[in-house]
């Protein structure tokens, strides 16, 4: 089992950053690649980001490119999302996930049913 907990959310104008921590405990952290996950209000779930096991490789969605990065520190358990330049359309509920190695690709990893592990989001709203 992986228990993955969400924090950093919150309230930011158009244009501001905010950055998401996911902090994670259980079994070996550096088994897994983490995704990060939006859903937005009436919207299903869409993948984000995602980096690899060794923190080496990142995979992102087109419409966070050049804005979101993600990062990990295995020694402390932890994945990172700093997100810059935001814009209202990145309002959502955004999920930490953790997936088992399959794939060397790390564009391999942009499905949900990959990702064994959740956690229970944190709400991120951009203000226009």
């Known amino acids: 089992q992986v228990q993955l907990v969400e924090s950093g959310g919150g309230l930011v104008q158009a244009g501001g950053s905010l950055r998401l921590l996911c902090a994670a405990s259980?079994?070996?952290?550096?088994?897994?690649?983490m995704g990060w996950f939006r859903q937005a209000p009436g919207k299903e779930r869409e993948f984000v980001a995602v980096?690899?096991?060794?923190?080496?490789?990142?995979y992102y969605v087109d419409s966070v490119k050049g804005r979101f990065i993600v990062s990990r520190d295995n020694a402390k358990n932890t994945v990172n999302l700093q997100m810059n330049s935001l814009k209202p359309e990145d309002t959502a509920v955004y999920y930490c996930?953790?997936?088992?190695?399959?794939?060397?690709?790390?564009?391999?990893?942009?499905?949900?049913?990959?990702?064994?592990?959740w956690g229970q989001g944190t709400q991120v709203t951009v203000s226009s």
């Open positions: 259980g079994r070996t952290f550096n088994n897994y690649a």
């Open positions: 996930a953790a997936a088992p190695v399959r794939y060397y690709l790390m564009r391999m990893y942009d499905s949900e049913t990959l990702y064994d592990y």
């Open positions: 980096i690899s096991w060794g923190g080496d490789s990142t």
